[in-house]
């Protein structure tokens, strides 16, 4: 097998070029770098990785901890980790938590155990155990998706990086309110998750910007999944005066307030309007087409992996949370014509 000594003299430069260049620890100019690679090619030089964790302590793997894997939301957002993973040269090691407290913390020292550099988990609606477990053992993380109260004495410093939720879910009430609905219903998700508050947040917001009045009523918990917003939805329109619109709180959600509308013979714009957040590839295919807020998945996850990269580099540095913006796009769900489309920023417009 060829060695990286091998490597070295085929490419006309030292053992330590080589070295650099395989991982990534100093800049090599681009003509050199390229001379490695090409050498590492002909050769067929395979980097023994375990030999160099033993070294550096680093095993170039992340942990990756999100539930609903099967979401089209989520397999975005893998795509975006793992595309921006293996750029960098690190594996990864997956796992489902199932949205379960005790399920999480075991599947995170699951991961934790494995020696992976860093993770990337999208919490729990109760992370108290999992915030505990990363920062007793130091575990270099980043919160995806939903982001947490980090713990007021120090003991966990770690990033996060989620989507806008509250700005986006107002642009979408007062969408609908411009159109002259004056009874927009809500289906919710999981209560505890900060994504729910934020978009719980964001409904209210968009009611007190177009002058109407909140409503509890017109608020459903369908608790993230199809089943649960199908009897959300149900539940709404069972009312004496239901809601002449709805907005859904994500993909999941949508699909089974759709059932529900289906099931009571209802016609979407015609007879009820509908609003989604989560945009996903065959919305438009639906008739009508989806008016829906798209989340940028595929960037977050990037994001993500760029973000633990920098907290690996830089252990000591303060925590951020980042969020991105989301696009509003305009189809025919609502009730109207389709628009270009337009950023969604963190405030309603």
């Known amino acids: 097998m060829a060695t990286m000594a091998d490597v070295a003299r085929s490419a006309g ?21 390229q001379a ?17 964790s033993l070294v550096t302590s680093r095993t170039r793997s992340i942990g990756l901890a999100v539930s609903a894997i099967s979401n089209p939301y989520f ?15 690190y594996s990864l090691l997956i796992a489902d938590p199932h949205d379960d407290p005790r399920h999480e913390r075991k599947v995170v020292q699951l991961l934790h155990e494995r020696r992976v550099d ?44 989620c989507a806008e939720s509250a700005g986006p879910v107002a642009r979408l009430v007062t969408h609908l309110a411009g159109l002259g609905h004056r009874r927009i219903g809500m289906i919710a998700g999981l209560p505890g998750l900060s994504t ?58 949508t699909i089974g307030a759709l059932r529900a509308l289906r099931a009571h013979g209802l016609s979407v714009p015609e007879d009820i309007a509908l609003c989604c957040f989560d945009d996903f590839a065959w919305a438009d295919l639906f008739s009508p087409r989806l008016t829906a807020i798209a989340q940028p998945s595929r960037a977050m996850g990037a994001e993500a992996v ?10 000591d540095g303060p925590a951020r949370v980042l969020r991105l913006p989301c696009t509003f796009v305009h189809r025919t769900s609502c009730g109207c014509a389709e628009q270009p489309l337009t950023s969604v920023k963190g405030t309603p417009s």
């Open 118 to 161: 860093g993770m990337i988990v999208a919490p729990s609606p109760d992370p108290g155990e999992l915030l505990a477990y990363l920062g007793r053992h130091k575990v270099p993380t980043v919160l995806l998706d939903r982001v947490v109260d980090l713990p007021a004495d120090g003991t966990l410093v770690c990033d996060q990086v």
């Open 196 to 253: 729910t508050d934020e978009r719980l947040a964001g409904y209210r917001d968009g009611l007190a910007a177009a002058g109407l009045a909140y409503d509890e009523g017109l608020v459903a918990h369908g608790d993230s999944e199809s089943a649960g917003a199908a009897q959300a939805t149900a539940a709404l329109l069972s009312f004496p005066s239901p809601p002449t619109a709805l907005v859904t709180a994500n993909n999941a959600m």
């Open 75 to 89: 397999t975005e957002i893998l795509q975006g980790v793992e595309a921006a993973a293996l750029e960098h040269g």
């Open 36 to 52: 490695v690679l090409d050498a590492v090619d002909e050769l067929g030089y395979t980097p023994n990785t375990l030999a160099r």
């Open 13 to 33: 430069v030292s053992v330590a070029t080589v070295s650099h260049v395989l991982n990534g620890t100093r800049p090599v100019l681009p003509h050199t770098r």
């Open 306 to 315: 760029r973000v633990l990269l920098d907290r690996l580099a830089a252990p």
